[in-house]
């Protein structure tokens, strides 16, 4: 089952303006990652934040993780007309089996 | 960087024939590789777990009989569709974890699109 959820809305934004998108998961979780996705391929990972970890920032990507509401923010800064595409959180509840549950993924749109 | 490919990338069959897609990783072992699929405008959807040298864990409503998956090498898995449907059509994802990696980071193929008619 789908554990991880992000809030179902798009997102379209002028360039250089901020992204944030949301991800609420269910369990308790090892760590939580972020992947983007363009258009018919595969998924990129972006950044990967774990359990005991409250903020992580890499390049113009900020992960914020609250365990205590389950959830958790992706910031992209600056965004570009290259950040276009769908992005996905997914949970790893730690069972030693690296099993990742994927949320529906938010569709964000750079306008140049 | 680390590489998975995936072969092919599209396909096109007949209902009732079987098709196989090769994941494989290009610079690195994995003994744990995953199968997804995915549909249009959706999210993933975790299908089985593939594990070198033993049989796949599938998840739950997976048929097992349907969608068979050997893991041959360290390097490669394979997902054979067999006897499919167009409901089968959908875009089948793989992703692996190095056994040397020290942190949890799958890597993802970049996909493939099958479409049975």
């Known amino acids: 089952s789908q554990q991880g959820e992000e809030d179902p809305q798009a997102l379209s934004i002028q360039e250089g303006e901020n992204a944030t998108m949301n991800c609420s998961y269910k369990t308790s979780i090892n760590n939580l990652q972020w992947y983007r996705q363009n258009s018919g391929r595969g998924l990129v990972h972006l950044i990967l934040i774990r359990s005991n970890e409250r903020e992580k920032h890499s390049g113009r990507l900020r992960v914020t993780l609250d365990t205590s509401k389950k959830s958790s923010s992706l910031l992209i800064t600056a965004s570009r007309a290259a950040d276009t595409a769908s992005y996905f959180c997914?949970?790893?509840?730690?069972?030693?089996?690296?099993?990742?549950?994927f949320g529906k993924g938010n569709q964000v749109v750079v306008i140049p | 960087g680390a590489v998975v490919s995936q072969h092919p990338s599209r396909v096109i069959c007949k209902s009732g024939t079987s098709v196989k897609i090769e994941c494989r990783s290009l610079d690195f072992q994995a003994t744990t590789m995953f199968w997804y699929r995915q549909f249009p405008k959706k999210s993933l959807m975790l299908m089985a777990t593939s594990n070198e040298g033993s049989k796949a864990t599938y998840e739950q409503g997976v048929e097992k009989d349907k969608f068979l998956i050997n893991h041959a090498s360290l390097t490669l898995s394979t997902l054979t569709v067999t006897s499919a449907h167009p409901e089968d059509s959908s875009f089948y994802i793989c992703?692996?974890?190095?056994?040397?990696?020290?942190?949890?980071?799958?890597?993802f193929g970049p996909g493939t699109r099958l479409t049975v008619l």
């Open positions: 997914a949970t790893d509840e730690g069972k030693g089996n690296n099993r990742l549950a």
């Open positions: 992703s692996a974890r190095p056994d040397d990696s020290y942190t949890d980071t799958q890597y």
